[in-house]
C-alpha cells in the first residue's frame, strides 16, 4: 500500500516512515483509539494494504495477532523486517476473493488504501466475509460532500513523483450505503484534515469509521 502520498516506488522504510511523519499523518493513531474498546489481546485482525506496517502496529503493541496483505513486494519486505506480523500475502487489493477462509479472523483494518477504489463495496463485502461475528472493520476514506465529485486529481507537487495520480472521495452517505448492504453497524466514526504537502498549506478531509459485522447480512447492488 501506499498510504496517503500517492502511487509511487516504495521507499526504504526509514525514509517512508519520516515521510508520513513530515505529512503529520496521525490517522493510524486515531483509528486505533477508536477501534481499541472492540478488541482484545490474542485477537487477529487483517492489515488490507499493509504497506510497512502503519497501520497495525498499535494493534500488535496492543497484543494482537498481525495478518496483512498488500500488493507491493518491497513494502511487505520492509514490514517483515519489523517482525511484528504473524503472516503477510502478497496480494492485488483488486482481485477477490482475499486469501483468507470465511469468518477465520476477528477484526480488519484499512489505513490509507481505499482512496484508489472509485468503488469500496466489493472490499467492504470481503471483509465481512472474512471476519466473525461482532468484529470491526475500522479503515479510512477521503471525504467528501454529496455534491463535490468523486474523483480528485493530485499534481506533481502533492504526488513528489514528477506525474499527475487520480484518488477517489467516499461520503458519508456511500459509505453508509455499503455498511448497511454489506451488514455492518456502524459504531464509530471521526473526520478530521489531513496534510497533503509538507509544508502543511493544504488540508483535505478524512473520515475513519468503525463498523461491526452483524449477525445477519444483506447483499445488494449498492451505490457506484
Known amino acids: ?3 496517503e502520498f500517492g502511487q509511487q516506488e516504495p521507499l526504504a522504510e526509514h525514509v517512508y516512515d519520516k515521510r508520513v511523519k513530515e505529512y503529520g499523518w ?7 483509539g477508536l477501534a481499541y ?13 499493509i504497506g510497512t506496517g502503519l497501520g497495525s502496529i498499535l494493534f500488535h503493541k496492543a497484543g494482537m495477532v498481525i495478518y496483512g496483505l498488500d500488493n507491493s513486494d518491497a513494502m511487505l519486505d520492509i514490514c517483515q523486517s519489523k517482525g511484528f506480523a504473524s503472516d503477510l500475502q502478497l496480494h492485488d487489493m483488486s482481485k477477490f476473493p482475499y ?13 490509507g488504501a481505499l482512496q484508489y477504489f472509485e468503488n469500496i463495496q466489493p472490499v ?9 461475528k461482532s468484529g470491526v472493520f475500522v479503515f479510512t476514506v477521503m471525504d467528501r460532500s454529496p455534491s463535490e465529485n468523486a474523483a480528485m486529481v ?14 477517489y472521495r467516499h461520503s458519508t452517505p456511500q459509505i453508509s450505503e455499503y ?7 456502524p459504531v464509530k466514526s471521526l473526520e478530521f484534515n489531513m496534510f497533503m504537502d509538507r509544508d502543511k498549506r493544504r488540508k483535505s478531509p478524512v473520515k475513519i469509521y468503525v463498523a461491526m459485522k452483524r449477525n445477519t447480512t444483506r447483499r445488494s447492488s449498492g451505490t457506484g
Open 26 to 32: 496521525v490517522g493510524s493513531e486515531v483509528a486505533f
Open 154 to 167: 493530485l499534481g506533481p507537487e502533492i504526488t513528489d513523483s514528477g506525474s499527475t495520480d487520480t484518488i
Open 124 to 132: 467492504i463485502e470481503e471483509v465481512v466475509r472474512i471476519i466473525r
Open 99 to 111: 486469501p483468507y477462509d470465511g469468518e477465520s479472523l476477528d477484526h480488519a483494518v484499512c489505513i
Open 179 to 185: 455498511l448497511q448492504v454489506c451488514g455492518l453497524e
Open 1 to 3: 500500500m501506499v498510504e
Open 37 to 49: 474498546e472492540y478488541t482484545s489481546p490474542a485477537q487477529t485482525i487483517l492489515d488490507i494494504g
